[in-house]
């Protein structure tokens, strides 16, 4: 809630004249509204919806063709299917706490063969205690670090080791004035034991925030008076780096098995070294070097990972900026105590270079623009899939920005019948062997003008 109370404070302000903020339509097309075969990297699409309780498998024109249902893309998110029809997501939720009680590996029929929940004992309100993943927003296989497709990584059913990022509330005077709800990486074995753990608030000295935003953090002016915790750093994703050129020639910053973590509240990505030390950061000020100007202020980001080896420009980061409001320090009209100093009404999709700092390549577009959720990843064949998640929008887009792929959710849900999609991720047609390879029909997307309700 706090940052949607930011964010109307930002659209207001927009409202002046400094900013131009533009309105979702209230009626529009559902399903695909563009598909040419020829262009996109065809196979089937895993959506985590959030007000659909399920995961839900379609195939390149729009159809339902697998369903598991039970799960809660709005604690943990994301869904990921894993070659032989397997899906793994989080289960079981804990208002109002944005956390998952446990993580659930399901065969193609539905069958549990793998979980995990016993990170810590909690306190439900009708239940009492109970054992808790408290995962929330990511986790990754140790065999499939960014956790889709590419021709070099080809997870198996089950694996090592599980990454997952999850929740702990602990206080820390050198942080802030109130009870953290820190970010808190584990790693856990097949048979459920935690072999390494790494806690956000203990390493904040390494993230390079100023002397202001400082301060506005330990001020902590957005205790969560529900929750009687401070999300302060809000990470969204957590990723292994994976295998790639730049540790192959010794730069041991992306060793494949560090962790690259996305703080949407701070605007900062950074690299966990196994040893726990941060070794590599861009932001939280990305108006700190020439080079970070070049890219300009990423706000609220989401999916911060690296392109997998064997997909065009493995190595690199790709990320999406959502816009939004986010940040701490630069007090002024918009964040008068210095939270949320960061603010755009447009998202981009980047593509950098992790060494020079590059930007190689971007997406943005008019009316692009998801407030929070969202993500993205590099295809096969070059294109970029990207989950514009408030709104329910996937598509697919080619080098040059053309789009050869649309897809509106047509699921709506909840009390607020809401469309929303955390992520979505497309695998080869061959990694679900229990579903007939669907027949593929173009779709051509009638002009604007002449669309319309009769």
């Known amino acids: 809630m706090r940052f949607v109370k930011r964010l109307l404070a930002f659209l207001a302000f927009s409202a002046m004249g400094l900013l131009v903020a533009r ?4 009626v529009y097309p ?6 040419d075969p020829a262009r996109t990297w065809n196979g089937y699409t895993v959506l985590s919806p959030l007000a659909t309780q399920a995961v839900i498998v379609i195939d390149m024109n729009g159809n339902v063709v697998k369903r598991w249902d039970g799960f809660n893309n709005s604690a943990g998110g994301p869904a990921r299917v894993l070659p032989g029809g397997g899906v793994i997501s989080a289960s079981g939720a804990r208002p109002p706490f944005q956390e998952s009680l446990e993580l659930v590996q399901r065969d193609f029929d539905g069958n549990i063969v793998w979980s995990f929940n016993r990170n810590e004992e909690i306190e439900l309100r009708d239940t009492g205690k109970v054992w808790s993943s408290r995962q929330h927003h990511d986790w990754q296989r140790d065999d499939f670090p960014a956790g889709y497709y590419s021709p070099d990584a080809t997870p198996a059913v089950a694996a090592g080791t599980t990454l997952i990022l999850t929740h702990t509330n602990h206080k820390l005077p050198a942080v802030a004035d109130a009870t953290l709800e820190d970010d808190r990486l584990i790693e856990v074995t097949q048979d459920g034991r935690i072999v390494w753990e790494w806690t956000a608030g203990e390493h904040i000295d390494e993230l390079g925030f100023a002397p202001d935003a400082r301060a506005a953090i330990k001020a902590a002016a957005d205790v969560n008076e529900a929750r009687g915790s401070f999300d302060w750093l809000h990470v969204n994703s957590a990723t292994y780096v994976g295998p790639n050129r730049w540790f192959d020639a010794g730069d041991r910053r992306f060793a494949p098995n560090n962790v690259i973590i996305s703080s949407r509240q701070a605007s900062l990505l950074a690299i966990v070294a196994r040893d726990g030390k941060i070794v590599w950061r861009l932001g939280p000020d990305f108006s700190a070097s020439e080079e970070l100007k070049k890219i300009r202020q990423i706000i609220g980001q989401h999916h911060a990972h690296f392109i997998p080896k064997g997909l065009p420009g493995a190595g690199n980061l790709l990320v999406f900026d959502n816009g939004g409001s986010s940040g701490y320090g630069f007090a002024g009209p918009i964040a008068p105590n210095g939270v949320g100093a960061f603010a755009r009404a447009t ?3 980047l593509e950098i270079d992790p060494v020079s700092l590059e930007l190689l390549w971007s997406y943005t577009a008019p009316r692009f623009f998801s407030t929070n959720i ?3 990843q590099r ?5 970029t899939l990207i989950t514009e998640g408030a709104g329910g929008r996937m598509f697919e887009v080619t080098n ?3 789009i050869v792929w649309e897809y509106m959710n047509p699921l709506f849900a909840g009390p607020r019948q809401s469309n929303d999609v955390y992520r979505a991720y497309r695998l080869p047609y061959d ?10 029909k173009a779709v051509t997307a009638p002009a604007l003008a002449s669309f319309g309700v009769p």
């Open 347 to 349: 998202s981009r999709v």
């Open 23 to 26: 309105a979702a339509p209230s």
């Open 30 to 35: 559902t399903g695909v509204t563009i598909y």
């Open 379 to 383: 295809l096969a064949n070059g294109n």
């Open 431 to 440: 990694w679900i062997p229990q579903l007939a390879r669907p027949t593929e």
């Open 400 to 402: 040059d920005g053309t």
């Open 374 to 376: 969202s993500g993205a």
